[in-house]
């Protein structure tokens, strides 16, 4: 039994797998009392439709009280740094902070987006990571550098629709957005996709939109152990080619990460990754899917939206069940 949900790297294959079959019971069957008298404090650094209203509903599907904290607006900021003198916006350390929401709580969910000015600090998770090392409760991300609930309901949703998924080509497109956004389901689903053995495809305009070295790292380990493979492609004809499943998103170049001005002058020349009927038509009937909120028009078109092979809000149903799932998982809890 894992003690935090913070990425899918650590938790193997079977257990993801346990946890959508547990996701399927949920769905069909959502009310259960597993967790009465369980508390949860939810922490949002940043904001959130999905996520909150998945957690706050799920958790009351199980039985259990949400605490919805937004540190910095309707509860005191928190200092992360060790050692620093205190003299900021910040009213109190982390250390106090996760200290006392562990007498609270019985767990506690962080959703806290990077800082967009250096990436070798942001990549470091620090914020999830505090919590990890000064909280006595079990941590859950809802989103920092990775996303990993968002991991299992894109899995949930792939494997609903394609049945067994290993060696189906799955397509990670980058998307044309007017600003540059975080990597973290980029990242997460390179993970995912990988880690259920499909035979996955990054495509991006060129180098400068790499995701992380880790996370490519961790996408070609994860098709060598499950038979893979792993393809890095900047030709948006042959990476849609054959294609089993498409999922859009986009992610600010991390070559210019912290200098939005300079890397607009590159992503206003990508518009054309816009994900259309003309390159849904070079797949294999693959189904589209995106982590919502989706700007129509920019990054996918309205017909592509509105078709029948567009499974995005399939997906973000399944936050609600995959999360629940996840949950229990953490307690021990069976359904």
């Known amino acids: 039994m894992q003690k935090h949900f913070i990425n899918t790297e650590n938790w193997s294959k079977s257990e993801l797998e346990d946890l959508l079959t547990t996701a399927n019971t949920l769905k069909n069957h959502p009310f259960h009392h597993s967790f009465k008298n369980k508390s949860f404090a939810l922490l949002f650094f940043n904001p959130s439709m999905r996520t909150r209203t998945s957690f706050e509903l799920g958790i009351s599907q199980l039985g259990g009280t949400a605490i919805i904290l937004q540190p910095g607006k309707d509860a005191w900021g928190i200092e992360f740094e060790p050692g620093v003198v205190m003299n900021g916006d910040a009213e109190e350390h982390i250390q106090e902070v996760a200290a006392v929401l562990s007498t609270y709580v019985d767990a506690i969910a962080v959703r806290a987006f990077p800082q967009f000015k250096n990436w070798q600090e942001d990549r470091q998770d620090k914020v999830i990571n505090a919590f990890v090392k000064y909280a006595s409760v079990p941590i859950i991300n809802m989103e920092t550098v990775v996303h990993p609930c968002q991991e299992l309901a894109l899995m949930m949703t792939i494997k609903k629709h394609l049945g067994v998924v290993q060696n189906k080509k799955f397509l990670l497109t980058w998307t044309y957005h007017p600003k540059p956004l975080n990597t973290a389901v980029a990242n997460s689903a390179l993970s995912i996709a990988s880690k259920f053995g499909m035979d996955v495809t990054l495509l991006c305009p060129n180098k400068n939109y790499l995701l992380d070295k880790k996370y490519l790292d961790i996408a070609q380990q994860n098709c060598q152990v499950e038979g893979s493979s792993f393809t890095i492609s900047h030709d948006i004809d042959e990476a849609y080619k054959d294609a089993d499943f498409v999922y859009a998103k986009s992610w600010g170049a991390l070559r210019f990460y912290g200098d939005p001005q300079s890397e607009f002058k590159q992503r206003r020349k990508h518009q054309h990754f816009m994900v259309d009927q003309q390159k ?46 996840m949950m229990l998982s953490l307690f021990g809890e069976k359904i």
């Open 280 to 325: 849904m038509a070079l797949t294999n009937q693959a189904k589209f899917s995106h982590c919502l909120p989706l700007r129509r028009n920019i990054k996918a078109t309205d017909a592509v939206m509105d078709s029948d092979y567009c499974v995005a809000i399939e997906e973000a149903e399944n936050r609600l069940h995959t999360q629940k799932a």
